[in-house]
């Protein structure tokens, strides 16, 4: 079992970057694929990135393409992602997931494991 703890949300400017951080107990990723999704009040899930277990795959919904950045650091058990010239419509609940495979996905029913989600609200 892998419990998952997002944190680094908040309240930010139009513009302004947060630095989300996941960290997992309960067992190492060794061998786990990660991802970040959001969710928008009224809105399903969505997609946000995703990182192999080397951190050698990424990938990014295009509408964060250029602006975030997802890595990791196995020795430590984190997932980080790094978000730059923050939007309005990026408000949303942040989740971080991990997959027992060790290769990357973008669909949330690949996920195993979630954590309870940080909000990011950014101001026009």
């Known amino acids: 079992q892998v419990q998952l703890v997002e944190s680094g949300g908040g309240l930010v400017q139009a513009g302004g970057s947060l630095r989300l951080s996941c960290v997992a107990s309960?067992?190492?990723?060794?061998?786990?694929?990660l991802g970040w999704f959001r969710q928008a009040p009224g809105k399903e899930r969505e997609f946000v990135a995703t990182?192999?277990?080397?951190?050698?795959?990424?990938y990014y919904a295009d509408s964060v393409k250029g602006r975030f950045t997802i890595s990791r650091d196995n020795a430590k058990n984190m997932v980080y992602l790094q978000m730059n010239s923050l939007k309005p419509e990026d408000t949303a609940v942040y989740y971080c997931?991990?997959?027992?495979?060790?290769?990357?996905?973008?669909?949330?029913?690949?996920?195993?494991?979630w954590g309870q989600g940080t909000q990011v609200t950014v101001s026009s």
């Open positions: 997931a991990a997959r027992a495979a060790s290769y990357s996905s973008r669909r949330s029913e690949a996920y195993d494991y």
């Open positions: 309960g067992r190492t990723f060794s061998g786990y694929g």
């Open positions: 990182i192999s277990w080397s951190g050698g795959s990424t």
